[in-house]
């Protein structure tokens, strides 16, 4: 077999693993959700939004719960040949939280299933009541007291950073807070901390959880947090380029949710919005206000001429080869981590990236000057 049909292979069998895995868990999301909404003090329209959220994700394979059961089996000791059913369960309640990450966001960006105020209210309101849920379910599981109250407060603090990550939107990275003239050596760290804040974090300790449940070694644990933080921070990078994809053109490429332009709407500088505004200072106008869709395809193009990609495409293979790659090297052998790896592979190879690159993008930046952008990150 030649490397091409192993990658292959491998690839396929990631998928098919990834899927498995979420069909687990889904069960115990929907029978959860189910006792969210059989709620008799809830409105039909709090129990639709919801469930509508649910439904956006239940049949797709999900990375987070993926990222838990692929911890644990590198983790666990070499003789245990069962997964134990409460990785599942954990996973489940991780995805419950998730979900309402996404409802709360629904609000805070203006986007989803949000129609006029009350439901604004709603999305508040039975997302706060998923966060709750998501630790009773923690509480629930047969896994050690200790390791529960773990759980829980290290997902109290994820939850904080994460709205902290949400705050760096409003007032640290945006056109009112003028974060596009900062000079690049202030920007970018800024930039990617937001990011960690958004996603980073939430996977690294993601990632620690199948660690916890295996009760991996220190060493282990660092390994895993190092990895999560980046895959996710990259994940976020990823996201953001995403977002300024013209909503047809982002369908194509399976993107959840069509609020394309959404970032810039609300005036967020993105690494991308970033690098074209120093090029292109008119690009100031278009931020922080509603964007007909001449101007979304406008700016798409503006981007794409400017090459304002390179500069997230360059932080996103930094963290996937440099650091998240590298976090699992320093603790697991080749055959225990080779699910892990390969989702920062797929990371680096992301379809909203090959999207670019099938439209004709290509990366005219030199890597010396990515290169001495990405240093102002390190120090």
Not at 45 to 50: E, F, G, M, T
Request: proline share 2%; net charge positive.
């Amino acid at each position: 077999m030649n490397d091409i049909q192993f990658k292959e292979n491998c690839l396929d069998q990631y998928h098919l693993l990834m899927k498995t895995c979420s069909g687990k868990v889904t069960k115990y999301v929907s029978s959860a959700l189910e006792e969210i909404v059989n709620d008799s003090n809830r409105s039909e329209r709090s129990k639709y939004l919801i469930n509508a959220i649910h439904k956006k994700r239940e049949d797709s394979p999900r990375l987070r719960e993926f990222i838990i059961e692929q911890s644990y089996i590198a983790s666990k000791n070499e003789n245990e040949n069962q997964i134990a059913e409460d990785v599942y369960k954990i996973g489940a309640a991780i995805e419950v939280y998730n979900l309402s990450t996404y409802l709360i966001n629904w609000f805070l960006d203006k986007k989803g299933e949000v129609k006029d105020r009350a439901d604004e209210q709603r999305v508040v309101i039975e997302g706060m009541r998923l966060y709750d849920k998501s630790k009773e379910m923690i509480r629930k599981t047969s896994v050690e007291t200790s390791i529960k109250e773990k759980l829980i407060n290290e997902l109290e603090v994820v939850n904080n950073k994460i709205y902290l990550g949400q705050g760096d939107d409003i007032d640290t990275l945006n056109i009112r807070n003028k974060a596009h003239k900062l000079p690049i050596e202030n920007y970018l760290p800024l930039y990617e901390e937001a990011c960690r804040r958004k996603c980073g974090y939430f996977l690294g300790f993601v990632a620690r959880i199948g660690g916890y449940l295996a009760k991996a070694s220190k060493e282990k644990i660092k390994s895993l947090t190092e990895f999560g933080i980046a895959l996710g921070t990259g994940i976020q990078i990823v996201n953001d380029v995403a977002d300024n994809i013209p909503a047809k053109k982002a369908a194509s490429v399976e993107r959840p949710y069509q609020d394309q332009f959404s970032d810039i709407e609300n005036g967020l500088i993105t690494a991308s919005v970033y690098s074209a505004i120093q090029q292109k200072p008119e690009l100031e106008d278009y931020l922080g206000k509603d964007l007909k869709s001449k101007d979304k395809l406008k700016l798409y193009e503006i981007l794409k001429k400017t090459q304002s990609f390179d500069l997230p495409m360059y932080m996103t293979k930094r963290l996937g080869q440099n650091i998240a790659k590298k976090a699992l090297k320093e603790s697991f052998d080749k055959n225990s981590r080779k699910y892990l790896s390969q989702m920062t592979v797929i990371l680096n190879n992301s379809r909203i990236y090959n999207y670019l690159k099938k439209q004709g993008y290509q990366r005219n930046t030199s890597l010396k000057e990515i290169y001495s952008q990405i240093q102002i990150m390190k120090k």
